[in-house]
């Protein structure tokens, strides 16, 4: 069984665009998060939310808006997609309670704007 | 802010044997953990191996292991007997261990593993 997992793997998608990514743990954890991996490997946060609540909200353009239905869930919705969006996005749960703080990653989702 | 700073882009080691990944970090704080946190091509972000920065000991994992030195804030991965399936972006991240876990990733090292 997949911890975390996103969907779609991989999106194609024209400048202008609306996209949404869904992630889903089942881990029991009650924190998620969104994290964005450049063309240069580099990995930083987006958003996190714990039990639906947002407790970060990284500098991200507005186009970004995060959603959360339940604590096993954050979805990703992406507006007027823009070329620089495109990069790798993961998403993440953990353990608020747990104070090591690792986290568990989905396999990533590709998203190519053209 | 807290910064993490891995130094060598990438490494290569020859298969079996033993080669070292650096990682230095930025932080005012006393509590903390750090990680060592593998991409293979599959792009999944697997943990390698973690270390509570109160605990002097060095986390060891079968064939990884980490020297933590805190006061020279450096947090290096050994990984002995190299094996083909190592070959990986290794990426170093730092935890303050509040809640919401803001895990703060540096730059990753690629490595590669020869025949």
């Known amino acids: 069984d997949t911890a975390v997992s996103q969907t779609p793997k991989y999106l194609v998608t024209q400048m202008g665009n609306d996209k949404s990514i869904k992630c889903e743990q089942n881990l029991g954890h009650d924190t998620m998060y969104w994290y964005k991996q450049d063309s240069k490997k580099f990995l930083k946060i987006m958003f996190s939310?714990?039990?639906?609540?947002?407790?970060i909200n990284e500098t991200v353009p507005n186009r970004f808006s995060p959603k959360s239905p339940d604590k096993a869930h954050l979805n990703l919705h992406i507006n007027s997609l823009e070329l620089g969006d495109s990069a790798v996005y993961f998403c993440?749960?953990?353990?608020?309670?747990?104070?090591?703080?690792?986290?568990?990653f989905g396999e990533g989702s590709r998203l190519t704007v053209l | 802010a807290q910064t993490v700073t891995q130094s060598q882009p990438e490494m290569s080691v020859q298969e079996a044997e033993t080669v070292t990944l650096s990682c230095t970090y930025d932080?005012?704080?006393?509590?903390?953990?750090l990680f060592w946190y593998k991409q293979p091509p599959s792009r999944q972000m697997i943990l390698v191996i973690r270390q509570e920065a109160y605990k002097q000991q060095n986390a060891t994992e079968n064939r990884f292991s980490v020297n933590f030195q805190k006061a020279a804030k450096s947090f290096s991965l050994k990984i002995s007997d190299s094996q083909l399936g190592d070959a990986a972006m290794y990426f170093c991240a730092y935890n303050v261990g509040t809640s919401g876990s803001r895990l703060t990733f540096g730059e990753g090292t690629q490595l590669t593993v020869n025949p």
């Open positions: 993440a749960s953990s353990l608020r309670l747990k104070k090591t703080g690792e986290l568990f």
């Open positions: 939310y714990n039990n639906k609540e947002l407790i």
């Open positions: 932080t005012s704080e006393s509590d903390y953990y």
